[in-house]
Nanobody, 123 residues
Framework: QVQLVESGGGLVQAGGSLRLSCAASGRTFSSYVMGWFRQAPGKEREFVAAISRRGTTYYPDSVKGRFTISRDNAKNTAYLQMNSLKPEDTAVYYC?????????????????WGQGTQVTVSS
């Protein structure tokens, strides 16, 4: 069992930056692929980033070059650095953990989820 707690969300102007953190309980954090997703009102949950156990990262085109996912296995924490934020990045951001072999962008493949943190980008 893994419990995930996100933090770091807030209100920022377009072009600004935020760093989200995802603190995980338990001693098996390093055995999970970690992912970040977001969900805007009235929309489906959307893949934002993933990082494999070895640290390889994956992004959709919508955030590539602006967002950076990382992990610190010693601290049981994953991060999402978000730069050059746009109003369309506004959403609730969730971190998630998966036991898949390498990485995945499929929501249903992630077994554990945090409660989410709101990110609002004003124009």
């Amino acid at each position: 069992q893994v419990q995930l707690v996100e933090s770091g969300g807030g209100l920022v102007q377009a072009g600004g930056s935020l760093r989200l953190s995802c603190a995980a309980s338990g001693r098996t954090f390093s055995s999970y692929v970690m992912g970040w997703f977001r969900q805007a009102p009235g929309k489906e949950r959307e893949f934002v980033a993933a990082i494999s156990r070895r640290g390889t990262t994956y992004y959709p085109d919508s955030v590539k070059g602006r967002f950076t996912i990382s992990r610190d296995n010693a601290k049981n924490t994953a991060y999402l650095q978000m730069n050059s934020l746009k109003p369309e990045d506004t959403a609730v951001y969730y971190c998630a953990a998966s036991k898949v072999a390498t990485w995945t962008m499929t929501v249903s493949a992630y077994e554990y989820w945090g409660q989410g943190t709101q990110v609002t980008v004003s124009s």
